[in-house]
C-alpha cells in the first residue's frame, strides 16, 4: 500500500503525518512559533517506521521564510536518501480545502500573517477548492479593500475582519493531517519555496 510523508512548517506550526491509502495513520502537530529545525526531525523520527514512505509532500508557503526552507530541505533531503518523490503544496491552499469541507459558503478567504505587518491574502471557491485570485501580500487595509468574503480563515483572519469591520474570522494554521483534505491537483507542485513577498534585502548598486 503506497505511503506518503506530509511535511509542513510554513508557519508558526509545526507538523507531520503519514498517510497509507490517504488515511491518516499517525500525525504530530505543534504550534512552535520558532525552532522548526529542532523540532521537525524528531517528529518525523517518531512516526511510524521512522516516517518512512513512498512520497513526500511538503508545504512550499507562503509563510516563514525560514520555516518554508526547513521543511522544503527536510523533504528534499529525505526524498534523496529514500530515493523517492517529492511534491509540493500551498499553504493557503491547504486551509482553503481543510476550511470547505466544513463550510456553505460558495466563496472563502484565507488571510495569514506576513512580514512587516502586512497579510498573505488569497480567495478561493469551495466547491471545488479552486483559486479565485492571485497570492498577494497586502496590508490590513488594502487586503479588506480586496475580500469581499463574509468568511475569513487563517493566522490573519482577525487582523483582516477588523480592518474592515465585519465579517467571520477563524484562526487557523495549515497542518500535515489535512492534506487529505487537498484535492490532488493541487499537491502536485514542484519542492519549492512560496515566499509570497519580495525578499527584504535588496542588491547593492554598482
Same mark, same amino acid.
Given at each position: ?143 479588506? %479593500?480586496?475580500? #469581499?468574503? @463574509?468568511?475569513?480563515? *487563517?493566522?490573519? &483572519?482577525? =487582523?483582516?475582519? /477588523? +480592518? !474592515? ?21 493541487? %499537491?502536485?507542485? #514542484?519542492? @519549492?519555496?512560496?515566499? *509570497?513577498?519580495? &525578499?527584504? =534585502?535588496?542588491? /547593492? +548598486? !554598482?
Amino acid at each position: 500500500m503506497p505511503t506518503c510523508l506530509v511535511i509542513d512548517t510554513a508557519t508558526a506550526a509545526c507538523s507531520v503525518a503519514l498517510l497509507e491509502d490517504d488515511v491518516v495513520i499517525a500525525e504530530s502537530h505543534d504550534v512552535v512559533g520558532r525552532g522548526h529545525a529542532e523540532r521537525l526531525m524528531p517528529m518525523i523520527a517518531a512516526l511510524p517506521d521512522g516516517g518512512r514512505a513512498d512520497l513526500i509532500l511538503v508545504d512550499c508557503g507562503p509563510g516563514s521564510f525560514t520555516g518554508v526552507r526547513v521543511g522544503i530541505a527536510a523533504a528534499r533531503a529525505l526524498g534523496l536518501g529514500w530515493e523517492i518523490p517529492v511534491q509540493g503544496f500551498s499553504a493557503t491552499t491547504l486551509m482553503a480545502a481543510t476550511a470547505a469541507t466544513g463550510s456553505h459558503a460558495e466563496t472563502i478567504a484565507i488571510a495569514m500573517a506576513g512580514g512587516h505587518g502586512e497579510l498573505f491574502v488569497q480567495r478561493f471557491s469551495t466547491f471545488p477548492c479552486a483559486p479565485l485570485s492571485a497570492l498577494a501580500s497586502l496590508t490590513p487595509a488594502n487586503a479588506a %479593500a480586496m475580500v #469581499p468574503e @463574509q468568511d475569513v480563515h *487563517g493566522s490573519g &483572519a482577525a =487582523a483582516l475582519v /477588523a +480592518a !474592515r469591520g465585519w465579517g467571520n474570522a477563524h484562526e487557523a494554521f495549515p497542518f500535515a493531517k489535512d492534506v487529505t483534505d487537498l484535492p490532488r491537483i493541487h %499537491a502536485e507542485l #514542484p519542492p @519549492q519555496p512560496i515566499y *509570497g513577498r519580495d &525578499a527584504d =534585502a535588496t542588491p /547593492a +548598486a !554598482r
